[in-house]
């Protein structure tokens, strides 16, 4: 285990699917890599875990589109195992007076489903589907460059932004009051302007706050709603897919890459310090005590644990520090895993036989009243009596995640606050915040409940403190447009540099935030080999 100083050039902190990103970079273009992972296995929030035997539970992230097709190609992830399986139709949401909705790829289905509800709505969606299109074309491009500094941008960054806005001239003239509401307005504004019908606002709502402690009437979430639009499946765009073998299949393929290309990836090696010295970072030290030294040290941890925890304050300017600790990383997400014995039987589209309603994402969030009122628990320090239920049962279309005849069922759960009101914590409330979402599903199918053979309920707590996440933020802090582009992590800092020379971060904390998408990691690894998006 022990090496000599200045054996690598390049070290990084976390072997999350960013850090293993900017590690396949940096080694691809010929530097010695090490990764030092404090946990068992490589893929931070991305990973692929055996809870109980025979099941492969995608702990924390479950479903895949926003990751760089051009990551994959690049590094050739298909040859590390790479595979993602794609979902139609998308969505399925029952409703508590018998009838349901369903969404995909097949416009034809939207439309009739839609029209279910609302026959004006139903001819609204192709134009809000070819109205996000628009947007993404100007804003997605965004997600790979590194954002412009007001303060203190060179002719280069000048004259790249200078060339994708020309590009985009005509566009951005006809659509930018529309971006500025993205970017900074509420999803609730941005629906009803749109559509009429409750039962569609209500589920494409649940996007714009599923990972923020926000209700979707609150300033910022529209972009959160959009932000989970963006992306693709096997090429198709808009659709969402899982990973084989569970999320850890991404990461793994990672993993793969980076160890093809040189890369040495040290499990359950915690880092204890980043060394720095006169301004500039000199490696690592970890927490047996040994050091291990590079020019270049990456961190994959979010700011505060990068800043807060690994460094010394005296390393670092008292500015910076003080907008460090302005970052927000208020959530009030919650994961439960469930290992089924058999498929929900939902009263708004029965069967037990693996059918449209069990393949894509089941919303249970029947109104925009009911968005509004798990969250108004949330804010008053209480998890949400009546959640936000966002369920997937990835078995049904990789039967390789469960044994046969069982089924996996992963619920991403909104709202459970990271503190709680009155003396409570989580380490008491977990078990009763599980048995009442397991309650809610059993409103909607009644099996449910009896079908359950086991079960994990992860709280923010548990992500702090298994995940390293601060605060139980997956997005390493909120996606609010205070926080967003150049203004992420802090001001004049958004480059992927900090205050100390050979110091950079690579992780969600980082442009342009959350979600497995790996376009952290890629411009960070830019960055550091001077090239350009």
């Known amino acids: 285990m022990a090496n000599a100083a200045g054996r690598f050039d390049a070290i990084v902190i976390g072997g999350g699917h960013n850090g293993l990103v900017t590690a396949a970079y940096l080694a691809k273009a010929g530097k010695k890599v090490a990764v030092f992972e404090r946990r068992g296995l490589v893929g931070g929030a991305a990973v692929t875990e055996e809870k109980w035997p025979g099941y492969k539970v995608s702990s924390l992230s479950y479903v895949n589109s926003l990751f760089r097709p051009e990551i994959v190609r690049e590094l050739e992830l298909a040859k590390h195992g790479f595979e993602m399986l794609p979902r139609s139709p998308s969505s ?81 003239k006809k659509r930018w009051s529309e971006i500025v509401r993205f970017l900074a307005g509420s999803a609730v504004d941005l629906l009803d302007g749109w559509f009429e019908s409750d039962e569609l606002k209500a589920t494409l709502a649940t996007d714009a706050v599923i990972g923020a402690n926000a209700s979707p009437s609150m300033p910022g979430t529209a972009y959160v709603l959009f932000h989970h639009v963006m992306g693709e499946c096997n090429g198709v765009r808009g659709v969402w897919g899982y990973m084989r073998g569970g999320m850890g299949g991404l990461t793994q393929s990672l993993a793969g890459a980076c160890r093809a290309l040189g890369v040495d990836i040290f499990t359950s090696t915690p880092v204890a310090r980043i060394l720095a010295e006169k301004g500039r970072a000199l490696g690592v030290v970890l927490q047996d005590g040994s050091e291990h030294r ?107 995640v469960a044994p046969e005849g069982r089924h996996l069922m992963n619920i991403f759960v ?56 601060t605060g139980g933020s997956l997005f390493h802090g909120r996606m609010s447009l205070d926080q967003m582009f150049n203004m992420r992590p802090v001001p004049g800092y958004a480059d992927y540099r900090t205050p100390v020379k050979g110091l950079y971060m690579c992780g969600s904390g980082t442009h342009p935030g959350g979600g497995v998408m790996g376009a952290p990691g890629l411009n960070a690894a830019r960055v550091i080999l001077g090239r350009k998006s």
Not at 111 to 117: D, G, P
Not at 137 to 144: A, D, R
Request: charged letters at 25%; aromatic letters at 8%.
């Open 92 to 172: 399925f949401t029952p409703f508590p007076d018998g009838r349901h909705l369903v969404l995909g790829p097949d416009k034809a289905l939207c439309l009739r489903e839609i029209a279910k509800f609302s026959r004006r709505d139903a001819e609204a969606y192709p134009r809000y589907e070819a109205h996000l299109e628009e947007i993404a074309s100007v804003l997605e491009p965004l997600m790979t460059k590194t954002p412009l500094d007001p303060a203190g941008f060179g002719l280069s960054q000048v004259m790249d932004y200078g060339g994708f806005l020309l590009g985009r001239r005509s566009l951005l």
């Open 414 to 469: 909104q709202y459970g606050p990271y503190k709680l009101a009155g003396g409570k914590t989580w380490d008491t409330e977990r078990e009763a915040f599980g048995d009442r979402c397991i309650e809610i599903l059993g409103e909607y199918a009644p099996n449910l409940p009896g079908a359950v053979l086991h079960r994990q309920v992860i709280t923010p707590l548990d992500m702090e403190r298994e995940y390293g996440l």
């Open 294 to 400: 590079a020019p270049i040290v990456v961190s994959n941890a979010d700011p505060n644990i990068t800043f807060n925890t690994l460094m010394s304050g005296d390393d670092l300017p008292p500015e910076f520090l003080k907008e460090v600790r302005r970052i927000n990383y208020d959530s009030a997400s919650v994961k439960i895993n469930l290992a089924l014995a058999e498929l929900p039987d939902f009263k708004a589209c029965p069967g037990r036989t693996a059918g449209p309603q069990h393949r894509g994402t089941i919303h249970i969030a029947p109104s925009m009243r009911y968005l509004e009122d798990a969250y108004s628990d949330s804010v008053a320090g209480r998890w949400s009596k009546d959640a936000i239920l966002e369920c997937t049962i990835p078995s049904v279309v990789d039967p390789t």
